[in-house]
């Protein structure tokens, strides 16, 4: 069993950084995503980490501002975001799959955080 517990989140004014954080406890050799989830809208894949840590993948919304790390010895998983804007407000999850999964279907993601909200605004 896996669970995953994140933090970091809070109010960032538009141009700001933030860096998430994502604890898994248990057995924790799975690839790692973030998702996010605006009000009224889907839930998005934002990032993703394979097991080894070698790979990682970004939706092309965030390509150059967000980047996803993990330190395997800590069992914890980052999401540094730098120049926020408004747009990137949203409720912030981690999972866990044993696939990488590049196309971040959610059904794909066994495990799931209970999120972390991020609020961009002036």
């Known amino acids: 069993q896996l669970q995953l517990v994140e933090s970091g989140g809070g109010l960032v004014q538009p141009g700001g950084s933030l860096r998430l954080s994502c604890v898994a406890s248990?057995?924790?050799?799975?690839?790692i995503a973030w998702f996010r989830q605006a009000p009224g809208k889907e839930r998005d894949g934002v990032s993703c980490i394979s097991r080894s840590g070698m790979l990682s993948h970004y939706a092309d919304s965030v390509k150059g501002r967000f980047t996803i790390s993990r330190d395997r010895w800590n069992n914890m998983i980052y999401l540094q975001m730098n120049n926020l804007t408004p747009e990137d407000t949203a409720v912030y999850y981690c999972a866990a799959s044993q696939t990488y999964d590049t196309l971040f279907s959610p059904e794909t993601y066994e495990y799931w955080g209970q999120g972390t909200q991020v609020t961009v605004s002036s």
């Open positions: 248990g057995f924790t050799d799975y690839t």
